[in-house]
């Protein structure tokens, strides 16, 4: 019986011994091992800050040509202007989208309006249809409101817009919303960054709201392929 005691007991202490060495074994490191493993944790640390960089440059970039888009100036391209609408409208037949991009095209020529601005707040306002007839009795692909802009246009001095041909005429609405907007654009950029979502209202909180639905279709516009959304920061 102490045969087995003594057997049991020798067993343990070897254990113990022995888990005691590989503890030792392991905190022990040479000088040249310590290095490697100081390198390896260094180079680790130095890649995942790399990463994170890389992956914030990136979402930075994004960020800034998206929220710097409206800016971007585009040449007077009707075909340009097109594929823009094939974006927020891929539904629209082409021969109709180029039809109304070279009415954009004309429009902006005369008055210096950003033509994704323009593409924007159409496809916002009526998309695209030229038949929309809003609830406070806007009309045209531009959704002018007659009554309103029509007191400003005399206020100004110029001469009122021509009811039928802003219902009928596509050319001739399109020109007129661009000098609409270059109205608002004068008026309201220096103070403004999104002066163009006055287009709708100049109370903060409807303004607000359509500037959202504006950014919708400049994320789409700013992402798109086929369109060079490379842009240089705005001054």
Excluded at 67 to 78: G, L, V
Excluded at 131 to 151: C, F
Aim: net charge positive.
């Amino acid at each position: 019986m102490r045969y087995f005691k003594f057997k049991l007991f020798s067993r343990l202490t070897l254990a113990v011994l022995a888990i005691l060495f590989l503890q030792s074994c392991a905190s022990f490191r040479s000088p040249h091992t310590k290095k490697v493993i100081a390198k390896k944790d260094s180079l680790h640390s130095s890649a995942s800050k790399d990463i994170v960089k890389t992956k914030s440059n990136v979402k930075t970039r994004l960020a800034l040509t998206i929220d710097n888009f409206d800016r971007k100036s585009y040449p007077n391209d009707a075909q340009i202007i097109s594929k823009m609408i094939a974006v927020v409208q891929p539904e629209l037949l082409q021969k109709e989208r180029n039809i109304i991009a070279s009415h954009i095209s004309k429009a902006i020529k005369t008055y210096k309006v950003e033509p994704q601005i323009m593409v924007a707040i159409i496809d916002t306002e009526s998309d695209f249809n030229p038949k929309k007839v809003s609830t406070t009795g806007d009309i045209s692909l531009a959704q002018i409101n007659l009554g309103v802009w029509n007191k400003e246009f005399i206020r100004m001095k110029k001469p009122p817009m021509n009811v039928h041909k802003v219902r009928h005429d596509q050319e001739y609405a399109l020109l007129k919303m661009a000098e609409i907007l270059c109205i608002i654009k004068k008026r309201y950029e220096k103070k403004d960054r999104r002066w163009y979502a006055r287009y709708h209202s100049n109370t903060n909180k409807y303004k607000n709201e359509y500037l959202h639905k504006l950014e919708i279709r400049m994320k789409l516009l700013a992402n798109a392929r086929g369109l060079d959304t490379r842009i240089a920061l705005a001054n």
